[in-house]
């Protein structure tokens, strides 16, 4: 049974044995007090044993982080918590030394990325991944419910969804001796799938496939990107949940956006209690107050065009230009976001030039049908819009982008066949994580972040 369980029971004679890794030890008048966890919650139980026990000379030493496993009986506890575990035998499974890097101190986020194998033993890492775990449960659960159609969209593809160019290649051509044609160029026809192929960055592509048949669809998965940004907001390999819904405008698209927001962190709130007030005590003192406010907001929508001249007619001194035409930097996410509108707020409408081939062209032929959903804190978290569903506008677009049409011609085929408006978004699972938790690095919300120059675990 586990600990989490365990110190929700009342006494009982009845005997038990418990399983854990030692928090802390220590000795008070014959008595040995340990503090044991399991990760299944923050909660520790506190085991005691006097010095009449067998097994009592051989936890002399025992040390933090030490495997045991104890059995005895739960009794009504005199200190803090309401019930401890009465031992009459503990076992040590495996004991630590003094090398052991997690002594009961704080150590710094940065210190512990360095010991990813042991920081999901730690207060602070051990609910970040319970919370992850958490989230995505309720991700699935909120699309299930609503009869949506779980993708699992492919790892490896031959299409650059984003077109960006920032993919990693793969290939099982010999890296010292690759193929190569007549002019001395890389001959993929010769590599693995007769063709060159990636890290997919983006399950969209086929999630609008299956919207093509399913209507309501979601895809939950790694996405892998090689730009080698350096910030605390982005990973070489993240999460996203891309949901793709047939017969949506851009309107139902950011509605289902922030209805999905809300229910999930609803249900971390409910199921992540102890979790959730650590955070707001320990990491951020206003999460709890921002989430149970965000419920009962209406997240405000506006327009690129009326971001860029709220940013102009500011005093702020940004470090990037403010122009119509140029992408928003995080800088100005975070300025309309945190002091404008103080708000989650959508960001719809950006210019055609700054955005990728699949985005609907709006009646001015000037901007598309995006929109970005821009949190305090954090900047952006969801990317997404509704789909250019008309063949000839599309054709042009990906002709206007360079992109190989061949590659594309089932992507096409979807509008020649029963193509309807479309839209969808994506939302990255890390950005959320770090909204939710008010973690403030992307690399303590992911087990073994994967980053430029760092892929120890
Ligand atoms: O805005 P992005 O690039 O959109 C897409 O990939 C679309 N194909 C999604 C869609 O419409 N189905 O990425 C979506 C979200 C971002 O808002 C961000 O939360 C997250 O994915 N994201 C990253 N998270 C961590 N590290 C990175 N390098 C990220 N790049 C994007």
Not at 178 to 206: C, M
Not at 403 to 420: A, M
Request: charged fraction near 25%; glycine fraction near 6%.
């Amino acid at each position: 049974m586990s600990i989490k369980n365990i110190i929700k029971m009342a006494a009982s004679d009845k005997e038990i044995s418990v399983y854990g890794w030692v928090k802390t030890a220590r000795t008070s008048k014959n008595i040995l007090f340990i503090e044991i966890n399991d990760g299944s919650s923050l909660n520790s139980l506190q085991v005691v044993i006097n010095s009449e026990s067998q097994c009592f000379n051989e936890l002399n030493g025992i040390g933090t982080g030490a495997s045991i496993k104890a059995t005895g009986q739960l009794v009504n506890s005199p200190g803090k918590q309401k019930t401890e575990l009465s031992a009459s035998n503990i076992e040590i499974i495996c004991n630590t030394d003094e090398n052991y890097p997690l002594q009961k101190k704080r150590h710094s986020f940065e210190f512990l990325r360095e010991i990813a194998h042991l920081r999901p033993k730690t207060n602070t890492l051990s609910a970040v991944f319970r919370v992850r775990s958490q989230l995505s449960f309720a991700i699935n659960r909120f699309f299930q419910e609503r009869d949506f159609i779980y993708l699992h969209s492919p790892i490896i593809t031959a299409s650059d969804c984003e077109g960006a160019g920032e993919l990693f290649k793969v290939t099982s051509f010999d890296l010292q001796k690759p193929s190569l044609d007549k002019t001395g160029n890389l001959d993929f026809e010769k590599d693995f799938f007769g063709k060159e192929t990636f890290l997919t960055v983006s399950g969209q592509l086929q999630a609008e496939i299956f919207a093509h048949s399913f209507t309501k669809t979601y895809t939950f998965g790694p996405a892998f990107r090689a730009e080698n940004s350096n910030t605390s907001r982005h990973c070489s390999e993240f999460w996203m949940i891309e949901p793709e819904v047939a017969f949506n405008n851009l309107e139902d698209n950011y509605r289902l956006a922030e209805e999905f927001i809300k229910n999930i962190i609803h249900y971390v709130l409910e199921h992540c209690q102890t979790d959730m007030e650590f955070f707001n005590k320990w990491i951020d003192k206003n999460v709890l107050e921002r989430l149970s406010k965000l419920s009962y907001s209406k997240f405000e929508v506006i327009t690129y065009t009326e971001a860029i001249s709220i940013l102009q007619s500011s005093k702020h001194k940004f470090e990037f230009p403010v122009e119509w035409g140029n992408d928003l930097q995080s800088e100005h996410e975070r300025y309309i976001t945190e002091q404008v509108i103080k708000n989650p707020v959508f960001v719809i409408d950006y210019p055609k030039t700054i955005k990728p081939f699949y985005m609907r062209v709006n009646d001015d032929d000037k901007t598309v049908a995006a929109m970005d959903l821009l949190v305090p804190g954090t900047g952006e978290i969801i990317g997404g819009s509704q789909r250019e569903e008309r063949y000839d506008i599309l054709l042009k677009r990906m002709k206007d982008q360079n992109l190989d049409i061949d590659t594309y011609q089932w992507y096409l085929d979807l509008r020649k066949f029963g193509s309807v408006p479309h839209s969808g978004f994506g939302l990255g699972l890390e950005r959320l994580l770090m909204y939710i938790t008010g973690m403030d690095n992307i690399r303590d919300v992911i087990p073994f972040p994967r980053t430029p120059k760092q892929i120890k675990f």
